[in-house]
């Protein structure tokens, strides 16, 4: 199967995403600062308009998500989401109509460049349907293990920086394991119809992910600023999902001398990503 259709679907997905981050993170900003992790946070924010609209957002980001992961390999349509940032600033300019400096543009342009570079350099490829139970052990075990130790963490920290960027690395965590899930379940519903897709354990195991995911964004874009936690999600979940799509699906990178303008486009894509946290510091 080609890549059109993956990177279509995903790209939605990525500008869904984005929109969903801007009226989230404005939502969380009305509520007072928890000291601690607390599921009712989520409560409170049930009451703004603003966070409904990005859960809105957020199921409309699922579906373009699930459609490019049954398309298309893991390791091409999650780094796609580094797109969210550049996306996520664009969208929060335009209320306040405010122009973005140059700088910024080109920190976008970096982002834009670096990703096509090294998703090109690397061409992942591979579709596969059926992972073995043990794999997903070992995935699981290890995933579930980082997600609570970088949660800890940070929630020991206070307010501030190291907080932000340990919360946003445990929900890169939980979102790429959310994404491997996906992946599986929308094969099963594929093969199996909505029958198979309500029976198996990967639709709970994803559901689960990322209510988990969605906790753990909250508390980050609560707990710290943007420039800490967004990188740590940004570029964690692209590593992250990658290593999974390695692992559990057998997705296939070029290597040899194709490793340079990987390094190449990592090196931009990290870049831009951190210059456009920087200059999100200051979106409304």
């Known amino acids: 199967m080609g890549v059109a259709l993956p990177v279509l679907f995903a790209l939605f997905a990525a500008f869904s995403n984005a929109l969903a981050t801007v009226l989230q993170r404005r939502a969380a900003l009305t509520v007072p600062q928890s000291a601690g992790f607390r599921f009712s946070l989520v409560l409170d924010l ?4 603003l966070w409904l609209g990005g859960i809105l957002a957020v199921i409309a980001a699922g579906a373009g998500q699930a459609a490019a992961l049954a398309t298309g390999a893991l390791a091409l349509v999650q780094p796609l989401f580094v797109l969210e940032l550049p996306l996520a600033l664009l969208i929060a300019s335009l209320p306040a109509r405010q122009r973005l400096p140059g700088a910024l543009w080109l920190a976008v342009a970096a982002v834009v460049a670096g ?3 090294a998703l090109v350099a ?9 992972v073995p139970a043990a794999r997903w052990w070992v995935a699981l075990a290890a995933c579930a ?6 949660a800890a963490a940070g929630l020991r920290r206070p307010p501030g920086r190291s907080r ?5 690395a445990a ?12 992946k599986s379940a929308v094969h099963v519903l594929d093969d199996e119809g909505l029958g198979g897709f309500l029976t198996t354990w990967e639709t709970y195991a994803f559901g689960a992910s990322g209510v988990c995911a969605l906790l753990l964004l909250e508390h980050a874009m609560q707990g710290g600023p943007l420039v800490a ?12 999902s990658i290593a999974l799509g390695v692992i559990l699906y057998e997705e296939h990178l070029r290597s040899d001398w194709w490793l340079l303008p990987q390094l190449l486009g990592v090196t931009l894509i990290c870049a831009g990503v951190l210059a456009l946290a920087r200059a999100g510091e200051g979106a409304p």
């Open 46 to 49: 049930l009451r703004r308009p």
């Open 115 to 117: 990703l096509g570079i």
């Open 122 to 130: 690397a061409s992942p490829v591979g579709n596969r349907t059926d």
């Open 145 to 150: 293990v980082a997600v609570a130790a970088l």
């Open 164 to 168: 932000a960027g340990c919360l946003g």
């Open 171 to 182: 929900t890169a965590v939980c979102y790429a394991l959310t994404a491997a899930l996906m």
């Open 229 to 240: 936690s967004q990188p740590a999600l940004t570029l964690g979940d692209a590593g992250v």
